[in-house]
């Protein structure tokens, strides 16, 4: 029985309109929020009309759920009712709030819903994505943090095949038959959903793929964050300030050396009176030219002005390296959120080698310049004041061409501590004459002009256990008879959430030990994890002995489900596609072990771990490396840079 909810059917009306109107886009959290309240209302009028379990009716589900989760009896074989974790239901109340502190975490909208079934307050976060024709949002994933479990993760427990694409999705918006608000509320949709085309998926690359996702180790490293606070509509000889600052922004981003850097930032461009309003919209890298113009353009004045805010978040976004790096701060105002953002410049310019925060302050007077000219000066950077559109524009180009001028600080060449018997930089044209590829798809693979190779990995063939993984690169080269280290250095961005590296001695897939890297997504966030596992046995009966560590179950951070765990294990997991990372498989003695080294991107100081070790009385196979993914992983492509690998033996 449902004694009292907090959603009422005919109240999602008003905000039902924005799921169902044109306007709908993915980055509306609010519509996002709408659709989840939609949902467990759907889900409830199921229950009461004795249709049954709104997770068991394929045709019913699809409005609100990805086709992958669209599936007929899908609760039945769960064995319980994952949007109350019950068998049964008494609910008492129910609230459907986005997440305060990340309401869009890569792309992917997180909505949390609390409610109280039989006494016993449940707490659920929903993943959801934007999905085809119409881009607005579906559910893909329910996580409960009661009980720590996935309803994708359980899917695919259950055999469903969480990548296959059937074509275009049924949503809302193109639903073909009522939901049961409209009905409920005299308000049915007429809309027609057409008939999908199912998708064909072509293994590759798609452009933009390289070399924008990584840093050019050669290029110097620029933030921009732009004020977006209320305040930019005010006029300066009779245009927006917003207008003025998207053009000399824009025409700056495209005039910019092709080697450079370059990332963006706004703050209160969402919503209105919120302080937390900072988002960055490019991290640091190197993309294609003009590739931010668009999110510049884009960016509309809302909220406050949380200077402070988005230069703490700043740091986390600029790469750790020896490089120099500028931040560019463009504001008409003076910080509105409490912050002190004098010291958080200070601070973000203690935070790596060279880093300098400039300012350009547009349209105050003189006590507001003096406030924000602080800034530059604790910041080691430069102020810039601007009062006109003419000057402002040449103030933006003065900062960044101080910028340009800041010298490189040179690396510390410190003493080699190991002998290295093989290297393999990936220069191109080609690998070195020692490897050869198992599986191979050369399209799946190019050499990037920094000197790395793109390796792109999809369907689910590419995973270590398989013997059909796909481009896995096998080292024909003698390995030393005492100690030594397989050492690789890469770099991964997030796309399907299951991506991982693996480094082994292979002679085949069920034969093999080796170091195995993996991202694991939570309802709260994503897990790092780190194996060091042994195959034997037959191709027909492999035997697996694994040494698993959750890295992000206190290792490195201590967990995901708060917000200050999930701020740092985000920090790590993007840093793993700005800065990389090292995976070793070590051997000493008859001892085998698995390490992952990187830089915390919050200290820049190193962070490591080593796996438990297994004995091996006789090593055998070749050192192979492959980059791939798990079979849970979303429909997609994975993608990894490896730059580096090595054959080294540590000195006495």
Known sequence: MFRQSRIALCGLTTTLAVVLGGNAHAQDVNAAVALVEQFITAHKTHLDSMQGPLLNDARAAAPYVVDVLAVDGLQGRLGFDPVYNAQDYDISSIEVFADADAPILRGAAQVWVELVNFGQRQKFLYTLVPVQPDNVWQISDIYSENNDWSLADMAADLGIDLRRDTGSEVTLQNAGFPIPCAFACGNPTAADAEEGQEAVIVPGMEEGDLPGNGINPDGRNLLLILDASGSMWGQMEGVAKITTARQALAGIVGDLDPSTNVGLMAYGHRREGDCSDTEVLYPVANYAAGRLIPAIEGISPLGKTPIANALEQAASVMPKSGRSSSVLLISDGLETCGGDPCAAAARLAESGIDTRVHVVGFDLNEEEHSALQCIAENGNGTYYPANDAQSFVAAVKEAVRESETVAPVPTPVSQPTVETVFEETFDGPALKAEWRVENPIPELTAFTPPGSLFVAAIGEAPHFQKAEATN?????????????????????????????????????????????????????GILLNLSLFRISGTDEDPEKTSFDTNLFGGPWVDGVCDAEGRARGDAIVEALGQDGARLLLKRRGREITASLEMRDPATGESLGYTTESITMLRLSGAASLLGGHGHKAVPGESHFEFDRFAIEVPKS
């Not at 896995?472 to 030594?484: C, I, N």
């Not at 250095?489 to 590296?501: A, I």
């Not at 693996?502 to 170091?515: E, I, K, P, R």
């Open 472 to 524: 896995r690169f096998v080292l024909d080269h003698p390995l030393p008879e005492g100690d030594f280290d397989l050492v690789l250095d890469f770099k991964l961005n997030v796309q399907t959430m299951r991506e991982g590296v693996t480094l082994s001695l292979f002679n085949a897939a069920h034969d093999q030990v080796g170091a195995h890297m993996w991202l694991d997504p939570k309802g709260c």
